[in-house]
Every structure is written in C-alpha cells, then in structure tokens.
C-alpha cells in the first residue's frame, strides 16, 4: 500500500509557495550551527516581493574568534542578491551579533535597504513593528560580557545537540532540541521569554502597530499579548523557521525540516483571531 502521506509531504515541499512577505532572522552566517543548506532550500520553493531579513543574519561574534565561511554561506548572500535584480524588495534590519551593520542604518546598498527598524503593513491595513529586539534584552544591553559568555553555553549546547541527534537518525528517531527543551522548561527561562515578548508587545503600541514581529531569543512564536499580536521568527540554526504573510493577510510560522526539505506551517493569526 502507498504512503499517502509521505506523498503529500513530498509534493508540499517540491511546490512553489509564493506570499506576500517572508520575514527570516538568526542565520547566523560564519557559524557552524548554522543550517545555510536548509535556508537555501527555503528559499528555492518560497517566494515573496518583499523579504525582511530581521537580524544576526552575519555572526560577527564568531567571525571574530575564527572565520568559518563555507561555499553555502556564499550562496546564501548569492541568492538573496539574485532576488533583489529581479525586483524583490529585501530590507535588513542588523541585531546584535551584526550590529555593526548599524552604522549604515538609512542607508541602501545594491538595492538593500538597511533600517534600524521598519514597519510592515499587512494586507488588512493593520501596522506591524519590525525589529530585531536584543534592545530589550536587559543581558545584552547592561552585560553584554554575560552575553559572550551566554553564547558560549549556547554554543556547547549545540555541540552536544549534534552529536545526540547523529545518534538519534541511526535508531531511526526525530530531531530533538535541547536548547528547545530547556526554554519551555526551565523556569527563568519561561519567564524571560514572557517578559522579552510583553516589552516588545509594549513597544508596538508605543509605534501605534497592532503587532510586532522580531527575533533574537531563537524561540518561534506567534501570540496574543493583550491587544498586540507577537510574532517571533525563530531562527536557522536548530529550528529553521520564517514567518510569512499570505496575499489574504494570513502570518504563518513555516518550520523547515533540514533533513527530509518538508515544509509544516504552524500557528496562523487567523486561528488567533478564531481563538480570541
């Protein structure tokens, strides 16, 4: 007997997506974690006229301590370019591992528009804030030496995550996600998560947008915080995830899997809207 399903995995990820927008963060090119392969085979099958690239594209941290720069991460920049001379409007907005992008925040390069932040709106006419967000993570603006040392232990984290999940394919097991696993459930991690997305939820009202759509805390998220819808990107490095509008003003979380090139859309405004 035929697998249905596997065949309607194969055939969603084989076809063209097209959308009103795309908005991606947390490449994080120059780093070993970072998932170029997956991106790029995002992109071949997910289209838009306007793409946000939402921060820590580049990972200037690392690039420090040593260049890592393979053929991928080169097709990564080669392929966004391509977009932009066939007319797409792409618009980066530098967070913090590519700060220092910011200096050149107003100013257009090659078609790229680089803002320090920007705002998008929906198909509904509603506004929606976009920026990076590591502006209200209270660690990287006030012990920015503790956030070295926090990507340290991300680092190793990641580390230890390959090497598990090697293992885990040969038994024939899913991708499984420390980093994930401890952000819902450790405690202060919950709880800084919820505070990072009701300062960003506050900052949207503060702009007059209806909701906001950032990156930083590589955690995807798409939710109602009181009267501001928060949406967060994830990122490229574990999850591998975007966010897309649908020309019917539809936000959608699209989790890439790096392994199988099978696309699954997740949370929907729409079923936020429903749900409220």
């Avoid at 790229?112 to 502006?135: C, K, S």
């Amino acid at each position: 007997m035929l697998d249905t399903r596997k065949d309607a995995s194969e055939q969603m990820s084989a076809e063209m997506q097209r959308y009103r927008a795309l908005f991606i963060s947390d490449i994080h090119l120059g780093t070993k974690a970072c998932q170029a392969e997956a991106f790029l085979d995002f992109l071949k099958t997910h289209r838009a006229p306007r793409i946000y690239l939402v921060g820590d594209i580049v990972d200037f941290w690392r690039i420090r301590r040593g260049v890592y720069w393979p053929q991928s991460h080169n097709d990564v920049f080669q392929k966004l370019l391509r977009q932009v001379r066939k007319g797409v409007e792409l618009i980066y907005i530098p967070g913090n591992h590519d700060e220092a992008m910011r200096e050149y925040c107003g100013s257009r390069f090659g078609g790229i528009a680089i803002e320090r932040q920007t705002v998008h709106i929906g198909a509904d006419g509603r506004r929606y804030l976009i920026m990076h967000g590591d502006e209200f993570d209270v660690v990287v603006r006030y012990a920015k030496w503790l956030a070295f040392l926090g990507d340290w232990g991300y680092v190793t984290a990641l580390w230890f995550n390959t090497h598990l999940n090697v293992v885990r394919r040969r038994f024939g097991m899913p991708y499984w996600s420390l980093s994930a696993y401890l952000k819902h459930k450790v405690k202060r991690a919950v709880n800084y998560i919820g505070e990072f997305e009701h300062a960003l939820a506050q900052e949207a009202r503060r702009n007059g947008a209806q909701g906001v759509i950032c990156g930083h805390i590589h955690h995807a998220a798409m939710r109602q915080v009181e009267d501001v819808v928060y949406i967060n990107t994830g990122d490229w490095v574990e999850s591998c995830t975007a966010v897309v509008e649908t020309e019917e003003g539809d936000f959608q979380i699209i989790r890439w899997n790096p392994h199988t090139g099978v696309r699954q859309p997740e949370t929907s405004s729409k079923e936020l809207e429903a749900a409220a």
